[in-house]
């Protein structure tokens, strides 16, 4: 019912930028919170940052000061900049949407297909 497409990955130098991409498409009412989140080789997933219908952003320590985070409510998007990349930002990053599809106020979490960033020289 919702499709996620995620896009903006790529190799990039330490201290570089890239900025991530996520459409959200389909049976779509509304959109509550939007966020990403990574998953480095070998280790478990972890919210990145998130982003609320209001604006309002939480971040991860790790990359409080790096990167943010904004959405395009008429375009159903959230992005996600990243500047001052470092290896350890290396990862599979995920969008993740709650959207109402039947227009019931029930949000239901949903998850893009991801897209690799490779931090490296």
């Known amino acids: 019912q919702v499709q996620l497409v995620e896009s903006g990955g790529g190799l990039v130098q330490p201290g570089g930028s890239l900025r991530l991409s996520c459409a959200a498409s389909?049976?779509?009412?509304?959109?509550?919170?939007m966020g990403w989140y990574r998953q480095a080789p070998g280790k478990e997933r972890e919210l990145v940052g998130v982003?609320?219908?209001?604006?309002?952003?939480n971040y991860a320590d790790s990359v409080k000061g790096r990167f943010t985070i904004s959405r395009d409510n008429v375009k159903k998007t959230v992005y996600l900049q990243m500047n001052s990349l470092k290896p350890e930002d290396t990862a599979v990053y995920y969008c993740?949407?709650?959207?109402?599809?039947?227009?019931?106020?029930?949000?239901?979490?949903?998850w893009g297909k991801g897209t690799l960033v490779t931090v490296s020289s």
């Open positions: 982003i609320t219908n209001g604006g309002r952003t």
């Open positions: 993740n949407v709650y959207a109402d599809v039947d227009g019931s106020t029930w949000y239901k979490g949903y």
């Open positions: 389909g049976n779509i009412v509304s959109i509550n919170g």
